[in-house]
């Protein structure tokens, strides 16, 4: 059995018949740490996001709704109001000592611009489907977990051989895959530069690391455009390839149409595979 890092911080390891079970303290504590965590990786999120932490409760955003109040209280984090006039989290200086302090890596949120300002949509959907996946069964880093170092994969890596850094990338095993959050429309030339990653599918990603590309997951809200628009940019883009192998391209990129509710209310995702119409 798989131990996960703040199972180990609190000794939650797995037990044998003889094992006595965890305590309620325990138990906080690992409620405590868990949510600490989900926050660092992410940089900012809510209580309805932070409801995932609890996937089988009946009552889940209740259960985050009180274990942010205690940790309001105690100080390990802070309620700052977003640019949809609701609440995000942040880790205070004492939170983030308190992960470090059981060796995980953390940063305060205190000055991340991201809560009030242009990106905060794309930031918060972009949080929503990493946790979504996280579900799932599937490690889903976003690019705050990258950039700080929180990831299996550095940005740096990341950079040197796709140019860009995505906004997330899921990991299946050694298999990678990045992930691109459409909100505001980007240019027909960077979405071209996006269909052109799935010509990597199958490399490496760097010696040192035994990922290879799977693929390329494009993440938007289902009420609008953005999957024609990026059709029409990789058509352009594949251009110089036979009608078969731009299928087998297609085939590389995942769509994934999430139902959103205002503001920002996660209702839903879908995912199919690109088709070439």
């Not at 029409?232 to 110089?240: H, I, V």
């Amino acid at each position: 059995m798989e131990i996960s890092p703040v199972m180990a911080a609190v000794g939650l390891q797995a037990r044998g018949p003889n094992w006595r079970q965890p305590t309620a303290r325990e138990r906080a504590d690992a409620n405590r740490l868990r949510v600490l965590q989900v926050v660092a990786e992410h940089g900012h999120l809510r209580c309805a996001d932070l409801a995932t932490c609890w996937p089988g409760a009946g009552y889940p955003e209740q259960m985050a709704q009180r274990k942010v109040r205690a940790l309001v209280d105690a100080g390990e984090l802070l309620g700052r109001r977003n640019a949809h006039g609701g609440t995000s989290y942040v880790l205070t200086r004492p939170g983030a000592a308190a992960l470090e302090l059981r060796g995980i890596k953390a940063r305060h949120g205190l000055d991340l611009a991201s809560v009030r300002g242009a990106t905060f949509t794309h930031h918060a959907l972009t949080s929503r489907w990493c946790l979504h996946k996280r579900s799932q069964g599937v490690e889903a880093w976003h690019e705050h977990a990258i950039v700080n170092g929180l990831a299996p994969v550095s940005a740096e890596q990341l950079v040197a051989v796709y140019r860009k850094l995505p906004d997330a990338i899921l990991i299946r095993g050694n298999r990678l895959t990045l992930c691109e959050t459409e909100v505001a429309p980007k240019s027909t030339t960077e979405l071209m530069r996006i269909a052109a990653l799935v010509e990597e599918v199958g490399k490496r990603l760097h010696p040192e690391l035994p990922y290879v590309l799977a693929g390329v997951c494009l993440v938007f809200d289902a009420e609008q455009n953005h999957a024609a628009r990026f059709l029409k940019a990789a058509r352009e883009r594949w251009r110089m390839y036979s009608p078969a192998h731009q299928r087998v391209l297609a085939d590389r990129i995942t769509l994934a149409r999430v139902s959103l509710g205002l503001p920002l209310v996660w209702r839903g995702c879908s995912e199919e595979w690109m088709t070439l119409r």
